[in-house]
Structures are given as C-alpha cells and as structure tokens.
T-cell receptor, first 112, second 111 residues
C-alpha cells in the first residue's frame, strides 16, 4: 500500500532555515500536506500543494514538490523557538474517500 | 473553523473493559476519521465513515468498532481494551482539498 516516510528529528539554531523532507510512494497523489503538532495539541494544517505544482510559498514557508522522485520538502525561513513542534507530511491519493496517509512525523528542535 | 470536539480528553481504564470515545462535529461534514498516534508510527487510520451508517476499516482496525447513527457523531469503541491500545486517539473531518481538521485528541491509558 501507499507509504510516507520522514526523518524523525531535526535540530537547528534560531534564525537559521529548517528543511524537513518527506518521500511518498503513491504515484497517483493529488494533494500533499504539511501539518504541525505542538505538545499536547491536535494537528494543524500548515500548508498544502497540488500535485501539478512544483513550489508553493506562504510567508516563511516554502513547499517544494518533485513528482518524479516523489519527494516533498518544507522549508521554514528564519526559524523561531515557537516553530519547535512535530511536523507531519501527509499524502492524499487519487481515491474519493478523503483518506490521508501520514508520515511518522519530524520533531523540530529550535535552539536559542 | 470547523467545530470538532472529542470526549473524553483523558481516560484511564482497566484491561478487558469496554471503552467508547466520542467525536462530535457541528458542520455536517460527510467524511469522518479515527486515527491513533504512537511514537515512531505517526498517525494510523483505524476506521472512517463516509455517511450515516456507512463506515469502513483502516489499516489498524482490529479490536476497534465504530458507529455513526447521526451525521454529527462518530463513536469509536474498544470492545475489550488491551495495553497495546494505550495511545492518543484523534478524530478528523475532511474538508476536501484543504485536508483535515482534527479534534484535540483523547489520551487513553489501559492499565
């Protein structure tokens, strides 16, 4: 079945850029998502990208999609301590059930 | 924002007892989902619903059942709780291309 993989941990210094990577296996993906989870909370949608796009920018966030390699990345510019959280990549395949397949989550640690 | 609430927020139960978690939404969304979150596994789909009385299994459905008798409520039942079902459970509703809106989660501990 479809799978989504992420590295588990990333540590950066405040003010640096963070890049979180994700790979997926479903060649029929329609949308891909990035969610953020702060401690003790549910997941919040950060941004998403259509599969026919290569890039999407939203303030400090840049999403890059390489469909050929099935690789998605999230870049956070000028990373702040408030960006410390778990970031999940999710894939919406071509089916009509709305099911999302999630990666394991990447814990981003931002050091002052 | 879609209104979605989960109850209870925390629960401790004994092995072998039945447990029901509730998810309530206020905006008439058709698709609802139950996920569990465990370290190293991300979120895994337990069951989902695509309408009243219409449900289907996800990847980790063993030991769980669901019911949806009204559009707004989606119940997850652990028939006989086991320690392996200790987890954080999230309910979600689909908002089409904008993905999911999640509830705040239920932390379940089975002792």
């Amino acid at each position: 079945g479809e799978d989504v993989e992420q590295s588990l941990f990333l540590s950066v210094r405040e003010g640096d850029s963070s890049v979180i990577n994700c790979t997926y296996t479903d060649s029929s993906s329609t949308y891909l998502y990035w969610y953020k989870q702060e401690p003790g909370a549910g997941l919040q949608l950060l941004t998403y990208i259509f599969s026919n796009m290569d890039m999407k920018q939203d303030q400090r966030l840049t999403v890059l999609l390489n469909k050929k390699d099935k690789h998605l990345s999230l870049r956070i510019a000028d990373t702040q301590t408030g960006d410390s959280a778990i970031y999940f990549c999710a894939d919406h395949g071509s089916g009509n059930t709305g099911k999302l397949i999630f990666g394991q989550g990447t814990t981003l640690q931002v050091k002052p | 924002d879609a209104g979605i609430t989960q109850s209870p927020r925390h629960k401790v139960t004994e092995t072998g007892t039945p447990v029901t978690l509730r998810c309530h939404q206020t905006e008439n969304h058709r698709y609802m989902y139950w996920y569990r979150q465990d370290p190293g596994h991300g979120l895994r789909l337990i069951h989902y619903s695509y309408g009243v009385k219409d449900t289907d299994k996800g990847e980790v459905s063993d030991g769980y059942s669901v019911s949806r008798s009204k559009t707004e409520d989606f119940l997850l039942t652990l028939e006989s709780a086991t320690s392996s079902q200790t987890s954080v459970y999230f309910c979600a509703i689909s908002q089409g291309e904008r993905g999911y809106t999640f509830g705040s989660g239920t932390r379940l501990t089975v002792v």
